[in-house]
């Protein structure tokens, strides 16, 4: 279960903190998260947390750069915890990967290169990055995953009972009607991962997708390729992740601010019925 800190503090690395220990301490069950953005801000809030013994979601995670950030960041947290004879083998997180808004983004700048493309071998270059390269984007994260946690210095965590900070796959329902319906599911299986399925997704799954192991170490010297293609065309990955976290962060706002707006709007009515 997860319980979200307001999206509203989102860049206060102190009032995120307070919030998520006041949370995790007024619900008091073990199996609680606290979902905290993987915000720049957000880090060292997130990493003194984990510290403290309060489970945390990293959230709205686009950018391998802003992935390799958090995972080390979860481990620097294990590593205090030890250092201070503190027990490790309850810690618990994730780091959930937002993936199909990606090709969303990406997907609109191809389109505007495509307007604009000289030769058809161009064209046929860009026609061929649609809709690839959130699942790429993915695989790499995955790989700085088992860069991360397959190595001695975790190794000396896992032996006093630590667990991965698993990758959580989030935003795999598909966007695009021309694309395929399990997209963002059958080419992300990969061990130690969660993927975050709407159930729209989960029936087209259980209907027509194909299980396989590990499909998310497969074609990983095209993943690569897809990436590096980018620049190319003028398209700053860096600068999509960048953008799909600020509107991110944007939209989880204006959705607590409504929610909050709707329970202020129903107490008054309560009150007003009560009296």
């Known amino acids: 279960m997860s319980l979200e800190v307001s999206p509203l503090l989102a860049h206060d690395?102190?009032?995120?903190?307070?919030?998520?220990?006041?949370?995790?301490?007024?619900?008091?069950?073990?199996?609680?998260?606290?979902?905290?953005?993987?915000?720049k801000?957000?880090?060292?809030?997130?990493?003194?947390?984990?510290?403290?013994?309060?489970?945390?979601?990293?959230?709205?995670?686009?950018?391998?750069?802003?992935?390799?950030e958090i995972a080390n960041t979860y481990l620097k947290a294990l590593e205090r915890r030890v250092a201070e004879g503190k027990p490790v083998d309850r810690a618990a997180s994730v780091a959930s990967v937002f993936?199909?808004?990606?090709?969303?983004?990406?997907?609109?700048?191809?389109?505007?290169?495509?307007?604009?493309?000289?030769?058809?071998?161009e064209r046929k270059k860009i026609e061929g990055l649609t809709g690839t390269v959130a699942v790429a984007n993915t695989k790499l994260i995955y790989q700085k995953y088992k860069e991360i946690f397959l190595t001695p210095r975790f190794?000396?965590?896992?032996?006093?009972?630590?667990?991965?900070?698993?990758p959580l796959w989030g935003s795999t329902s598909t966007k695009n009607p021309n694309y395929s319906d399990t997209l963002y599911v059958q080419g992300l299986i990969g061990r130690d991962t969660v993927n975050t399925m709407p159930t729209q997704t989960i029936d087209a799954y259980l209907d027509?997708?194909?299980p396989e192991a590990d499909t998310i170490e497969q074609g990983l010297d095209e993943a690569r390729n897809i990436v590096a293609q980018l620049p190319g065309l003028?398209?700053?990955?860096?600068?999509?992740?960048?953008?799909?976290?600020?509107?991110?962060?944007?939209?989880?706002a204006n959705d607590y601010q409504k929610l909050l707006a709707s329970i202020e709007e129903k107490k008054k009515s309560s009150l007003a019925a009560s009296r």
């Open 99 to 121: 993936v199909s808004r990606v090709d969303t983004l990406v997907d609109k700048q191809l389109e505007a290169k495509l307007a604009n493309a000289k030769t058809p071998e």
């Open 208 to 210: 027509h997708g194909k």
């Open 234 to 252: 003028g398209i700053n990955l860096r600068a999509v992740t960048q953008q799909l976290e600020d509107e991110g962060v944007k939209a989880f």
């Open 155 to 166: 190794e000396a965590l896992a032996k006093k009972g630590a667990r991965v900070q698993r």
């Open 13 to 39: 690395t102190q009032r995120s903190l307070e919030e998520a220990r006041h949370l995790f301490a007024a619900v008091n069950r073990p199996n609680l998260m606290i979902k905290i953005p993987g915000t």
């Open 41 to 68: 801000e957000g880090l060292p809030a997130i990493e003194q947390a984990l510290a403290e013994g309060i489970n945390i979601n990293v959230t709205l995670i686009f950018a391998v750069e802003r992935y390799e």
